[in-house]
């Protein structure tokens, strides 16, 4: 009883700081992103004068963070009266190892109604979007999350919101190496207790839909609490089958983000311990009760 208590607070403590890593680790790949955004949209700021001034400063800061698909300028309404009601310069990584300059604004593609553009305008500060799903039929088109912040006039007047897009292709790339570093990090790998460590990391929305996860698992979340725990970003642990598999999952927020991050574990691989444990006690049984059964046959024949 003693080792079953002392391994189950083992587990639980091992877990949930691999959580802990992987959601940090995470969070701080993110925080690198809106760091050299800030620099190039610090760069537009500067260079409000004139259409052609605004994407210098795009371009000339573009290469900063090459996993950044692209950075844009989504001016107010008629800000250049030259350029008409909407401009709005993206610049993206092209099919080569450069860049290419479009012009995105459009009554097709009206920005100002966009969920991040209304954001911006009415909090006034920077954010990460919530994910969503861009096609124009090019080569720019696919699955985003942006790191969206509203930038001023020197009188004050909203004057354009940027974004640094980045791809969740990329990040689910970036979130697989993390989770393999904490895999094999001594701290985490070291006392294996003849465990494979088969765990692997999933990323929920607020919603609970799943954002990030490898590409053979399929994670559906129907637990009242764990919706509830996600939505408010609360951290805790529940045991679910998974694609069939009996697993448990300990969850947690990313800081600033609207996003829970989850390590998952199968159950088999985690009772290994008490299942081997479990074994050498039954032979150590079974050894006493053959012993035991020779020495009483000693005492009979003594007899």
């Known amino acids: 009883m003693a080792f079953s208590a002392v391994m189950r ?10 959580q802990n890593s992987v959601s940090a680790q995470l969070g701080g790949t993110l925080g690198r992103i809106e760091m ?5 949209f610090n760069e537009v700021e500067k260079r409000l004068s004139s259409p052609e001034a605004a994407i210098n400063a795009l371009e000339s800061e573009s290469d900063l963070n090459p996993d950044v698909r692209g950075y844009f300028a989504a001016f107010e309404p008629n800000f250049f009266p030259e350029k008409g ?7 993206h990584h092209n099919d080569t190892s450069g860049f290419t300059v479009s012009q995105v604004g459009s009554a097709r593609h009206d920005y100002t109604k966009s969920p991040w553009y209304i954001r911006a305008r ?7 979007s919530d994910p969503y799903f861009y096609y124009d039929g090019t080569n ?9 912040k509203p930038l001023y006039t020197l009188d004050g007047k909203l004057a354009c919101v940027c974004g640094a897009d980045i791809t969740f292709e990329w990040l689910n790339g970036e979130l697989e ?6 895999r094999y990090a001594p701290q985490f790998s070291r006392f294996k207790f003849m465990r494979d460590f088969e765990f692997y990391s999933v990323v929920f929305y607020k919603d609970g839909t799943s954002l990030l996860h490898p590409a053979d698992k399929t994670v559906s979340i129907k637990n009242e609490k ?27 927020s990313i800081e600033n983000l609207d996003w829970t991050l989850a390590i998952i574990a199968p159950i088999s691989d985690l009772n290994k311990p008490f299942l081997y444990v479990g074994i ?24």
Not at 9 to 18: A, I, L, N
Not at 143 to 148: F, L, P
Request: glycine share 10%.
């Open 122 to 128: 009415n909090v006034k500060m920077s954010f990460w």
């Open 36 to 40: 050299s955004a800030n620099n190039v």
């Open 226 to 252: 764990v919706l509830k725990d996600i939505e408010s970003g609360k951290t805790g642990i529940i045991d679910m089958d998974i694609d069939g598999v009996p697993s448990r999952m300990f969850y947690g």
């Open 140 to 148: 720019i088109s696919g699955h985003y999350c942006t790191y969206v």
């Open 85 to 91: 009601t909407w401009f709005e310069p993206y610049i």
């Open 177 to 182: 190496r993390i989770v393999n570093r904490a």
């Open 9 to 18: 607070v083992e587990t639980m403590g091992r877990y949930s700081g691999v």
């Open 280 to 303: 050498g006690l039954a032979l150590l049984a079974l050894i006493g009760i053959i012993i035991v059964f020779f020495i009483c046959r000693r005492i009979n024949y003594a007899q």
